[in-house]
């Protein structure tokens, strides 16, 4: 089935790669099936130079044979499915998903609001992406260039907030899977969306408003954008953002996104953050904002703790021997790698996809999500040593740390560590303002030192800390490492694919 889809997706891109010589076979211009070729075309492209191309045409002529419009249509991912609910209620009556949550409902209805609109305007937002490319012709290209387009969607998108783990990026997943594939959508990590968005303004350089360009080429690519937790940390990203969004959804861009916080809370007390405070009303604008409202951690639902967090300083001989088991040889040597943008990152031991590091040189070191980014793609497996408790003293370092578990659980890579404390007990003396008011109702400054307490009061870390803890606890569960092996696999099966690809072509 697989091979039958990838011969039709070829056959259809080829199609319009030599402007749309090929014709769907007895059916409607637009009806949303995969083409087959007419006679006519099939002798124009019998007598093609390209190899390759007669090559999938003549597989996908016998493969189509043998399979009705139905299955060629899911084969090829031309149309979407039933929608997120009924997806939903699928596998919560398989037993994939606990049901029982009103709220995930509640939400679910939201986005299948959002699915049925989508589909209902899959045309005027351009969401498919071989019309798209037909329309995107030379001629347009110039004609957008010389006159500013402008061309709101019709469809409002979505701003989902709310309580860790309470199932949002699960539900977005979900609701993202559910539309076609041949749609032009892209479901990415915000903090990999704004690496992107840096490095495509860096290629920019010099133009007149490179975020407009870089808008227009995100907008090109996708229309529908669903970004994994919106989180704004830092200055850079705050002061560009509300200019980029109003590039792209001028452009036609459709965003879904998820997010602890509330819009209104987004970078709150940040740097130079009245600037900042116009992206919230140009969200607002465009996304219908919504709050799942559920309490319940779902990662504290899985198994209990599998993994290999030690608690105490003495695990750390312990912690270097599992890592040597892993990589399969005793004390192997430091590697330098290239993480992001030509920028290198020494690895004081890695081998076989995994790393050790002691604490400090991995978070009291100047690194972002762009250098743990980069990182897990060359590794699968962290070993770390020596996480300390955080307090005002280290702020910083528990902001990368933060950081750098996020960029972990979204690849689903493996962590080894020794800590000071537990999860919960790491962050103790990281509270919000109001926490810390709950504490001494005098609090006004950002810190606070109450004896031998080094409280820090910072709302952004403050609320961060909940994610973090929780996704260490589900980091630790049978589920999560057995979902990074299952990851691991694809990886690799994925490899000798396009491998054997290479050597056929
Ligand atoms: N109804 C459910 N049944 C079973 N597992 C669920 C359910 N909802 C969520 N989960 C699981 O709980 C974990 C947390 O869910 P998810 O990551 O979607 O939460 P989140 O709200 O995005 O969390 P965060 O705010 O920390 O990013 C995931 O492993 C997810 O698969």
């Given at each position: 089935?697989?091979?039958?889809?990838?011969?039709?997706?070829?056959?259809?891109?080829?199609?319009?790669?030599?402007?749309?010589?090929?014709?769907?076979?007895?059916?409607?211009?637009?009806?949303?099936?995969?083409?087959?070729?007419?006679?006519?075309?099939?002798?124009?492209?019998?007598?093609?130079?390209?190899?390759?191309?007669?090559?999938?045409?003549?597989?996908?002529?016998?493969?189509?044979?043998?399979?009705?419009?139905?299955?060629?249509?899911?084969?090829?991912?031309?149309?979407?499915?039933?929608?997120?609910?009924?997806?939903?209620?699928?596998?919560?009556?398989?037993?994939?998903?606990?049901?029982?949550?009103?709220?995930?409902?509640?939400?679910?209805?939201?986005?299948?609001?959002?699915?049925?609109?989508?589909?209902?305007?899959?045309?005027?937002?351009?969401?498919?992406?071989?019309?798209?490319?037909?329309?995107?012709?030379?001629?347009?290209?110039?004609?957008?260039?010389?006159?500013?387009?402008?061309?709101?969607?019709?469809?409002?998108?979505?701003?989902?907030?709310?309580?860790?783990?309470?199932?949002?990026?699960?539900?977005?997943?979900?609701?993202?899977?559910?539309?076609?594939?041949?749609?032009?959508?892209?479901?990415?990590?915000?903090?990999?969306?704004?690496?992107?968005?840096?490095?495509?303004?860096?290629?920019?350089?010099?133009?007149?408003?490179?975020?407009?360009?870089?808008?227009?080429?995100?907008?090109?690519?996708?229309?529908?954008?669903?970004?994994?937790?919106?989180?704004?940390?830092?200055?850079?990203?705050?002061?560009?953002?509300?200019?980029?969004?109003?590039?792209?959804?001028?452009?036609?861009?459709?965003?879904?996104?998820?997010?602890?916080?509330?819009?209104?809370?987004?970078?709150?007390?940040?740097?130079?953050?009245?600037?900042?405070?116009?992206?919230?009303?140009?969200?607002?604008?465009?996304?219908?904002?919504?709050?799942?409202?559920?309490?319940?951690?779902?990662?504290?639902?899985?198994?209990?703790?599998?993994?290999?967090?030690?608690?105490?300083?003495?695990?750390?001989?312990?912690?270097?021997?599992?890592?040597?088991?892993?990589?399969?040889?005793?004390?192997?040597?430091?590697?330098?790698v290239e993480v992001v943008m030509g920028r290198q990152l020494q690895v004081p031991r890695g081998a076989n996809g995994c790393a050790y590091f002691p604490f400090e040189d991995l978070c009291d070191r100047p690194l972002g999500a762009a250098d743990y980014s980069g990182l897990?793609?060359?590794?699968?497996?962290?070993?770390?040593?020596?996480?300390?408790?955080?307090?005002?003293?280290?702020?910083?370092?528990?902001?990368?740390?933060?950081?750098?578990?996020?960029?972990?659980?979204?690849?689903?890579?493996?962590?080894?560590?020794?800590?000071?404390?537990?999860?919960?007990?790491?962050?103790?003396?990281?509270?919000?303002?109001?926490?810390?008011?709950?504490?001494?109702?005098?609090?006004?400054?950002?810190?606070?030192?109450?004896?031998?307490?080094?409280?820090?009061?910072?709302?952004?870390?403050?609320?961060?800390?909940?994610?973090?803890?929780?996704?260490?606890?589900?980091?630790?569960?049978?589920?999560?490492?057995?979902?990074?092996?299952?990851?691991?696999?694809?990886?690799?099966?994925?490899?000798?694919?396009?491998?054997?690809?290479?050597?056929?072509?």
């Open positions: 089935m697989r091979a039958l889809a990838r011969s039709l997706r070829q056959v259809r891109y080829l199609s319009q790669l030599r402007g749309g010589v090929l014709s769907l076979n007895g059916l409607g211009e637009n009806e949303k099936r995969p083409i087959l070729c007419n006679p006519a075309a099939c002798s124009l492209i019998k007598h093609s130079y390209d190899k390759e191309f007669r090559r999938y045409l003549n597989q996908s002529l016998v493969l189509w044979r043998a399979l009705s419009t139905t299955e060629a249509n899911e084969a090829t991912g031309a149309v979407g499915r039933a929608g997120p609910l009924l997806e939903y209620e699928r596998r919560t009556t398989s037993g994939e998903l606990v049901d029982g949550d009103s709220c995930q409902v509640d939400t679910l209805r939201v986005l299948q609001r959002l699915y049925e609109q989508l589909i209902e305007h899959e045309d005027s937002c351009q969401l498919d992406r071989y019309k798209a490319s037909e329309k995107n012709g030379r001629r347009r290209w110039l004609w957008s260039r010389l006159i500013p387009q402008s061309s709101y969607s019709p469809v409002k998108g979505l701003y989902l907030y709310g309580g860790v783990g309470t199932g949002k990026t699960m539900l977005m997943d979900l609701f993202y899977d559910q539309l076609p594939c041949n749609w032009r959508k892209k479901r990415i990590h915000f903090h990999d969306f704004m690496l992107s968005v840096h490095s495509r303004l860096q290629m920019h350089k010099g133009v007149a408003d490179p975020l407009e360009v870089v808008a227009g080429e995100i907008s090109d690519e996708s229309i529908l954008l669903c970004l994994d937790e919106f989180m704004v940390t830092d200055v850079a990203d705050a002061l560009i953002l509300n200019r980029l969004f109003q590039h792209l959804f001028s452009k036609g861009v459709v965003l879904v996104s998820t997010s602890n916080r509330a819009p209104d809370q987004l970078y709150e007390g940040g740097l130079q953050r009245d600037l900042f405070l116009p992206f919230i009303e140009t969200l607002k604008e465009r996304c219908v904002v919504h709050e799942i409202g559920s309490s319940t951690d779902y990662r504290t639902l899985g198994s209990a703790g599998q993994g290999f967090y030690f608690v105490g300083k003495v695990y750390s001989e312990l912690l270097k021997q599992k890592f040597y088991e892993l990589i399969g040889q005793e004390i192997p040597g430091p590697q330098v897990f793609k060359k590794f699968h497996t962290l070993a770390m040593d020596g996480v300390p408790k955080f307090a005002l003293h280290n702020r910083t370092a528990a902001y990368r740390f933060v950081t750098l578990v996020d960029v972990m659980y979204e690849n689903r890579a493996r962590l080894l560590c020794t800590a000071e404390a537990s999860p919960v007990e790491l962050f103790e003396r990281i509270v919000t303002v109001a926490d810390a008011q709950k504490i001494s109702p005098r609090t006004s400054s950002r810190s606070q030192k109450r004896d031998d307490i080094d409280l820090c009061v910072d709302n952004v870390l403050g609320f961060a800390k909940d994610r973090t803890i929780s996704r260490l606890t589900e980091m630790n569960s049978k589920e999560y490492l057995e979902q990074h092996e299952a990851n691991l696999q694809d990886k690799a099966s994925q490899i000798v694919h396009e491998k054997s690809e290479a050597i056929q072509t």
